[in-house]
């Protein structure tokens, strides 16, 4: 009988170490990864209160604010973002996707870079209801979330 527990006892020892060992792995692994990896969201408010470093790379994100869209010279656009709380204006110079538009749901990903957010993608919402979770919780946090159509958005 004891060489059964002797057993049992020596594969859980094998089993805790094979489950440290895959644990160190991975936080070995993600200690590794370049900064520019973990983009953080925020909102209009957050930068507003708090800028972020002009080298942080991060997703901005709040409605289109109506009158604020100006197309330059090419594909030089610049527009206004806001949450109800703070209003960013947000320089990209690209192709703005098919459904853009003013009043509407908008994450952007770039950086800070003297009072203006300086896109390198802009992700527009793929249907009538869709906003992505962040913008949702933000708006409701500034009390200026409104579903479209009086329906539920999907997020």
């Not at 094979?18 to 973990?38: H, K, M, N, R, Y």
């Not at 957050?46 to 010279?73: D, H, W």
């Not at 320089?91 to 908008?106: H, K, R, S, T």
């Not at 209801?129 to 933000?138: N, R």
Request: hydrophobic share 40%; proline share 5%; net charge negative.
């Amino acid at each position: 009988m004891s060489g059964l527990k002797n057993l049992k006892k020596r594969r859980r020892i094998q089993v805790i170490g094979i489950a440290g060992a895959c644990v160190g792995a991975i936080l070995t692994a993600l200690w590794f990864l370049p900064e520019d990896s973990f983009q953080y969201f925020r909102s209009p408010s957050e930068v507003a209160a708090a800028p972020p470093a002009p080298n942080e790379l991060f997703r901005i994100g709040g409605l289109v604010e109506t009158g604020s869209l100006v197309r330059g010279q090419g594909q030089e656009i610049t527009f206004a973002v806001t949450d109800g709380g703070a209003v960013i204006n947000v320089a990209y110079n690209g192709i703005l996707p098919d459904l853009f538009a003013e009043g509407q749901g908008v994450v952007g990903q770039g950086r800070y870079i003297n009072g203006t957010f300086e896109a390198v993608e802009i992700l527009a919402k793929h249907d009538e209801t869709y906003m992505p979770k962040e913008v949702i919780d933000a708006l409701k946090d500034q009390g200026t979330y409104v579903a479209p159509d009086g329906a539920d958005a999907t997020h």
